[in-house]
């Protein structure tokens, strides 16, 4: 049993990876060159690395221009095995113009992974190469046909062919007020034996009225087929179809009222050549009614009704042998249908010239049922959300905000098997903050926040010690500060303390008992310093202090069970060259001390640099 489970996990992973490889797709041409950059960056964070390439450039002449886009990317895990990943993407093209409205164009694009974090181990190649032709028949239209030749290598198997491509593009067509915008690409691989496709396409069209009245229709369709290789070298297809249609209306009942409603139907198949084809339908419904006053006042209520059917098609059913009816199968079972109702309530209110209110609430339900007698996992779900915030300005350099954040969640399972996870769960938040700004180089900022977090399950008292409550609070200080001594040099104080508590709970008695008890402090001196006045270019130092300790029990039974603490230099250099290139560089290194542990040093940095040009 254990080989078979193995087996069929390492199946899953594999796919996974080839499937997350097999998208030979590429942005389109025009995207490549909107945006020149250069981007490095390098992460080290005790024992894993991060290595990070992006650059996306072009050449442009009197009849000719050339682009390339590359973006790398690259983990390493140093362990007794040493994990590495990475994935290497590079596209690039040249395009003649012969005329205004006709450039024939070339394409070249190369895709590699290799992973072996995961239990399938993928290592894996896409390269391909296309010519084609860039043409505008209309002022608002634009076509791309191609065609070229992959490669492609997954699993040691060596898969070539044909491949096509078209991409249509009419980015805003404005036809007697009706604004439309086409977006659509298709294109097949011919790998034999495999057949890879991506074709999707977006269609929107918009009318406006008077003021913010308007009516917008979009229409949207992809397929998208992937075939892999499994580890005993059959191949695995994957077809998927969505299709979706919007239509919304917003209607401007007066400068101070608007309307909204919006509807939505997504159909959505997935077929898998060795599994069950799921097949999903989804509708959803919006009204919204806005109502403000200029910037000073503005209130909205929604509501929000989705309806989500699933359906899983097995490759085989069976019979009733006395009914002559068919019976359902292992993927049958998984038939779901869910029903969500939301409305929600937000709304700004100023109270006076230094007093502001702000109020965002919510309340849902969900309806979560299965066909299926031998699915337990029928439930509702109930959930309330309020929050409210406030903003008080005591004086013109200092103000107070204080926010507050109540949820409620009540899971109910319905059938007896699955009652006993019937539960709430109640999180409390209060956080009040204090900013204070008397001059430029002076700048002051404290939080305190009180967290409280609490699940009840339903049963507690008749399933006596087989299900606990238990309870979740926290409390925590944060101050900041920063202050500047010259124009080039200026100090800086971070610090941070937190006091957390889990236990068990009994909610009738509202009595709970301490299981664990964690206090964490945070340390930050720094002090900055600006070579030059224009401030691109800072240099940091500091010293970072880390503490934890974690107890059992409370009061006289309090006892320690561990501590942690490091502590250590940290520097962070920015350096501005010109208005176009940045280089950061940040880092700090840490002594770590634990009992009856060895001492243990670690180095930690990050780098990054940035060109636009």
């Not at 007093?355 to 509702?380: G, K």
């Not at 399950?457 to 609070?473: C, M, N, P, W």
Request: aromatic fraction near 12%.
């Amino acid at each position: 049993m254990r080989r078979v489970f193995v087996c069929i996990l390492c199946c899953w992973s594999f796919a996974k990876g080839q499937e997350r490889f097999s998208s030979s797709t590429f942005p389109a041409i025009d995207s490549l060159h909107k945006m020149r950059r250069f981007s490095f960056g390098m992460e080290r964070l005790f024992t894993t690395y991060h290595w990070n390439v992006f650059g996306n450039f072009d050449v442009t002449g009197e009849h000719y221009t050339f682009g390339m886009r590359e973006d790398f990317h690259s983990t390493l895990i140093r362990s007794k095995r040493h994990l590495v990943k990475d994935e290497q993407s590079l596209v690039s093209f040249l395009r003649y113009a012969v005329t205004t409205n006709y450039q024939p164009q070339l394409l070249v694009s190369s895709f590699l992974v290799s992973d072996n974090q995961t239990l399938g181990i993928t290592n894996a190649s896409s390269n391909g190469v296309y010519a084609g032709v860039w043409s505008k028949p209309a002022p608002f239209f634009t076509f791309e046909p191609m065609v070229g030749y992959r490669y492609e290598v997954q699993k040691e198997h060596r898969d070539k062919g044909v491949s096509y491509r078209l991409v249509l593009n009419a980015p805003r067509n404005d036809v007697e007020g009706f604004i439309s915008t086409l977006d659509a690409q298709f294109q097949r691989d011919n790998l034999t034996p495999r057949v890879m496709e991506n074709h999707r396409a977006n269609v929107l069209l918009e009318k406006s009225f008077e003021g913010r009245t308007k009516n917008t229709v979009g229409f949207s369709f992809l397929k998208n087929r992937r075939e892999f290789y499994f580890p005993n070298n059959t191949i695995e297809s994957r077809v998927e179809h969505w299709y979706s249609l919007t239509d919304g209306l917003d209607y401007e009942v007066s400068p101070k009222i608007l309307l909204s409603v919006q509807g939505n139907a997504l159909s959505r198949t997935i077929e898998r050549s060795s599994e069950a084809t799921v097949e999903e339908l989804k509708l959803e419904s919006l009204g919204e009614f806005s109502y403000s006053i200029r910037d000073s006042f503005r209130t909205t209520v929604r509501i929000h009704y989705a309806e989500r059917g699933e359906t899983h098609i097995g490759k085989k059913s069976s019979v009733s042998p006395l009914e002559g009816i068919p019976l359902p199968t292992g993927e049958q079972i998984q038939d779901n249908v869910s029903k969500r109702t939301m409305l929600t309530f937000g709304a700004l209110l100023p109270l006076s010239l230094s007093d502001e209110l702000s109020l965002q609430s919510s309340a849902s339900v969900l309806r979560y049922d299965t066909p299926s007698i031998e699915n337990i996992e029928d439930r509702d779900e109930l959930m309330y959300a309020v929050s409210l915030a406030t903003l008080h300005r005591i004086s013109p350099v200092m103000r107070l905000n204080i926010r507050t954040d109540v949820t409620a969640t009540h899971l109910v399972y319905l059938l007896a098997q699955r009652s006993a996870n019937n539960l709430w769960n109640r999180t409390l938040r209060l956080a009040p903050s204090v900013f204070y700004n008397p001059v430029a180089r002076f700048s002051f900022a404290s939080t305190f926040e009180v967290l409280a977090n609490y699940t009840v399950y339903d049963y507690e008292e008749q399933l006596h010690e087989a299900v606990k409550s238990f309870s979740f609070r926290q409390v925590s200080f944060l101050d900041s500060m920063t202050y500047a001594l010259t124009n080039r040099i200026a100090l800086s104080w971070f610090s941070q303390f937190k006091l957390s508590l889990r236990g068990e709970l009994r909610w009738n008695e509202f009595t709970e008992k301490p299981i664990n008890t964690y206090e964490e402090q945070t340390y930050i001196p720094q002090i900055r310093f600006f070579p030059a006045e224009h401030r691109h270019t800072s240099l940091t130092t500091g010293i970072r202090y880390f503490k934890r300790l974690q107890f059992s029990g409370s009061g006289a039974n309090k006892q320690l069970q561990q501590s942690f603490f490091t502590v250590g230099p940290l520097a962070s250099v920015h350096l501005g060259i010109g208005n176009r290139t940045t280089l950061t560089f940040y880092g700090w290194y840490e002594f770590q001390v634990e009992p009856k542990t060895p001492r243990n040093h670690n180095t930690n940095l990050s780098l990054q640099i940035n060109i636009q040009y």
